[in-house]
Structures are given as C-alpha cells and as structure tokens.
C-alpha cells in the first residue's frame, strides 16, 4: 500500500527556532513536493524536487529551504521560524513524470508561538 | 503563471441529490487537470482526472467535464452520500517551465446532509 509519512503531526516552535519537518515515502517515487495549506487559501506549493538533490522552488520559498539527500525522504527546513509560518503542512510524492497522482502524507499542524 | 479559481467556497445538499464544483484556470496551454478529496485529518486524495484531450470522464458516481474553450472544468457528483462530506480541490497543470508543478483551487467544503 502506497505510503507518504510526515514526522509529527503536532508541533509548536518560538519564533526564531530553526524547525524541520521531514517527510519519508515507501513507493520509489521520483518526485517529492512540499505544500502549505492555510483556510481559504488552499494548497500553496513552497519547493519541489524530481531527483535527489535537485530542487525547485514553488509558488512560495520564501522564509523555507529543502533538502533531499536520500530519494525517500524529503525536508522542509524553516531556517528561523516566524508566526506567520503557523500553517499546515503537507508532503506529497509522485512517480516520474508530470501527469500522475500525487500522493499526499497525513500533514504537519505547525504552531509557531 | 497558472491560476486557477474553485467554486462554491461551500456547499451543502441533501444526500442524494447532486454536487457540482466548478474550476476556471487561466492558462490555455494547461492540459492536465485532476480533483483531490481531503477528509478531515488526512491528506488529499486524487479521486479523478482529465486530459485536455478529452472532453468528459466518468467514474461510477463521479463525472468530470473540461471546457477548453472557456477554460473551465466541473466535479459532477450524483446520488450523494454522507461519505462524500469533505473538502475538493481542484487543480490544473500548464505545460511551461516547472512543468511538475499543479497550481490547486481554493478548495469547496461539501456538506451531505442525511
């Protein structure tokens, strides 16, 4: 059965902390992506990455870096977070290719107090 | 770059009626276009998807519709049921640079009301 997992499903940072969240999938996919999701907005993509160390930005990097070093397993770093980085957080992996389901984890609930 | 624009925002109706959510998107070289079901606590889930060259599909009580011309697309949902109660998105793919990338709707929280 197909698998994305996220890391925590809860968490609360201060601001300033440096945060990651880590994503891991058990299907070989090629592509990874992560998303914020925030009420009224829908799902906004912050980076993306085709291969393993290869990544690309979304709609919204600004504030997040990645890292993919291992082709499972995928991080979204927020170098110094910010309360306005208090969203959800979702990871998703899909196979080679553009036109195929992506598959999303459960999501991160990130609070940044 | 793409935008896509979902609505309602909202939706209730009575289990066994019909649901639609309508998707405009602005880029007419967008060519993939699929619906996403998320169900409180968990991810999104694809539920079904079109190609630009094709004008309808089906799938049991799911139909989908794309309107190149107009550059819109609709989720058909027959004979509702309580389980269909959840958050849809729309999406769309152009085909210019970050070709992986989908640019999602806003999302519409159905409600089936028993």
């Known amino acids: 059965d197909v698998k994305v997992t996220q890391s925590s499903r809860y968490l609360v940072k201060r601001t300033g902390e440096k945060v990651f969240l880590e994503c891991v999938q058990d299907?070989?996919?090629?592509?990874m992506f992560w998303y914020r999701q925030d009420p009224g907005l829908g799902l906004r993509l912050i980076y993306f990455s085709y291969d393993v160390k290869m990544k690309e930005k979304g709609d919204i990097p600004e504030g997040y870096s990645v890292s993919r070093e291992k082709k499972e397993r995928f991080s979204l770093i927020l170098e110094s977070a910010s309360t306005n980085q208090t969203s959800m957080y979702l990871c998703?992996?899909?196979?080679?290719?553009?036109?195929?389901?992506?598959?999303f984890g459960p999501g991160t609930r990130l609070t940044v107090t | 770059g793409e935008n896509v624009e979902q609505h309602p925002s909202t939706l209730s109706v009575q289990e066994g009626d019909s649901a639609v959510i309508k998707c405009t998107y602005s880029?007419?070289?967008?060519?993939?276009f699929p619906w996403y079901k998320q169900e409180l606590g968990k991810g999104p889930q694809l539920i079904i998807d079109?190609?630009?060259?094709?004008g309808e599909k089906k799938d049991q009580r799911i139909a989908v519709t794309l309107n190149k011309t107009a550059k819109h697309f609709s989720l058909h949902i027959t004979e509702t049921q309580p389980e269909d109660s959840a958050v849809y998105f729309c999406?769309?793919?152009?085909?210019?640079?970050?070709?992986?990338?989908?640019?999602f709707g806003k999302g519409t929280k159905l409600s089936v009301i028993p």
């Open positions: 880029d007419s070289a967008s060519n993939y």
């Open positions: 998703a992996s899909s196979p080679r290719g553009t036109d195929y389901e992506q598959y």
């Open positions: 999406a769309a793919r152009f085909t210019g640079a970050g070709s992986y990338q989908l640019t």
């Open positions: 299907m070989d996919h090629e592509n």
């Open positions: 079109i190609r630009s060259n094709v």
